[in-house]
T-cell receptor, first 115, second 112 residues
Framework: GAVVSQHPSWVICKSGTSVKIECRSL??????MFWYRQFPKQSLMLMAT?????????EQGVEKDKFLINHASLTLSTLTVTSAHPEDSSFYICSAQGTHTDTQYFGPGTRLTVL | EDQVTQSPEALRLQEGESSSLNCSYTVSGLRGLFWYRQDPGKGPEFLFT???AGEEKEKERLKATLTKKESFLHITAPKPEDSATYLCAVQNSGGSNYKLTFGKGTLLTVNP
C-alpha cells in the first residue's frame, strides 16, 4: 500500500517552455501533497504544500507564479514549471499524505533538464 | 526554526560490520521523527516514524531509537543491498502544516 507515482520520470525541454509534472496517489486518498526539489548530493527542499481544493502554500523564496501547483482531486496534484530556465533543472519529488496519518509517501521523482 | 543534523555524512562498512547513524534535531515541539531510505535517482522510501523519547522500532536489520535530542539508526550485520542514503526528518507539532524538515543524509556504502 501507499504507492505514489510521478509522470514523467524525466523530461528535457527548451528554455522558455513550460513543463507539467503529475503526482498521483494510487491506492489511497491524499488530502495533502508536497512538492520538493533536490539538487545533486543535497537533501530535499520543500517547495510547497497543497491541500485538495485549496491554494498551495509556498515556502519562502519559491516563486508561486513560476511553480504552479494544482491539487484538483484527492489522488492527483500537478506542478507546472512555467518559462523554464536552465537553473530550474533539478530533481522534483512529490509526496502524499492521507487522512488520519502523518506519514508522507514519496513518488519516484522527475528529472527535469532545461537546455 | 527546526534543524536536523545527520552524521556522519558518509559511512563505509564491510558486509556484516554493524554500526549506527546519528540524527540530532532541534524542534520547538516534536510531532514525529521520520527515517527514510533513498536510492540514487529515486524518491525516499519510508522506514520508520518515532514519536516519543524511549521509543524503538525495528525492521529487518534496522533499528531506530529516539531521545529528546537525537535519533539513532542502528544497522546490524549490513548487506550490500543496504547501501543507500538514509534521511532523517522532523515534523513540528505546531500548526496544521505537516511539513518535514530533512537533514542532509548519511550515504552508507556496504562492501561485500
Amino acid at each position: 500500500g501507499a504507492v505514489v507515482s510521478q509522470h514523467p520520470s524525466w523530461v528535457i525541454c527548451k528554455s522558455g517552455t513550460s513543463v507539467k509534472i503529475e503526482c498521483r496517489s494510487l491506492d489511497f486518498q491524499a488530502t495533502t501533497m508536497f512538492w520538493y526539489r533536490q539538487f545533486p548530493k543535497q537533501s530535499l527542499m520543500l517547495m510547497a504544500t497543497s491541500n485538495e481544493g485549496s491554494k498551495a502554500t509556498y515556502e519562502q523564496g519559491v516563486e508561486k507564479d513560476k511553480f504552479l501547483i494544482n491539487h484538483a482531486s484527492l489522488t492527483l496534484s500537478t506542478l507546472t514549471v512555467t518559462s523554464a530556465h536552465p537553473e530550474d533543472s533539478s530533481f522534483y519529488i512529490c509526496s502524499a499524505q492521507g487522512t488520519h496519518t502523518d506519514t508522507q509517501y514519496f513518488g519516484p521523482g522527475t528529472r527535469l533538464t532545461v537546455l | 526554526e527546526d534543524q536536523v543534523t545527520q552524521s556522519p555524512e558518509a559511512l563505509r562498512l564491510q558486509e556484516g560490520e554493524s554500526s549506527s547513524l546519528n540524527c540530532s534535531y532541534t524542534v520547538s515541539g516534536l510531532r514525529g521523527l521520520f527515517w527514510y531510505r533513498q536510492d540514487p535517482g529515486k524518491g525516499p522510501e519510508f522506514l520508520f516514524t518515532l514519536y516519543s523519547a524511549g521509543e524503538e522500532k525495528e525492521k529487518e536489520r534496522l533499528k531506530a531509537t529516539l531521545t529528546k535530542k537525537e535519533s539513532f539508526l542502528h544497522i546490524t550485520a549490513p548487506k550490500p543491498e543496504d547501501s543507500a542514503t538514509y534521511l532523517c526528518a522532523v515534523q513540528n507539532s505546531g500548526g496544521s502544516n505537516y511539513k518535514l524538515t530533512f537533514g542532509k543524509g548519511t550515504l552508507l556504502t556496504v562492501n561485500p
